[in-house]
């Protein structure tokens, strides 16, 4: 199950290190960096590669609307995604 999910680990943490750590393990365990031996930051630049899977990109995406919801005036009182 992915940290993102699991609540006993993450108290008193930032609300997007969830989704942070999800994708880092999963780019870790990505074609790109387990076979090409580049970068995490490598495989995320190049876009939509074919040895990156889906639900990296997806990962990428939370996290960043997570990182955006934290900055966004108009959020505030809604919450944070991540969390």
């Not at 639900?55 to 969390?83: N, P, Q, V, W």
């Amino acid at each position: 199950m992915p940290r993102y999910y699991e609540e006993g680990e993450l108290e008193k943490q930032n609300a997007c290190d969830g989704l942070r750590a999800d994708l880092k393990e999963c780019l870790r365990q990505s074609d790109c960096v387990m076979k090409d031996r580049r970068t995490p930051k490598e495989c995320l630049l190049m876009g939509l590669h074919p040895s990156v899977p889906e639900e990296c990109h997806r990962l990428r995406s939370a996290f960043f609307e997570c990182k955006r919801s934290l900055i966004d005036m108009r959020r505030r009182f809604r919450g944070t995604k991540g969390y």
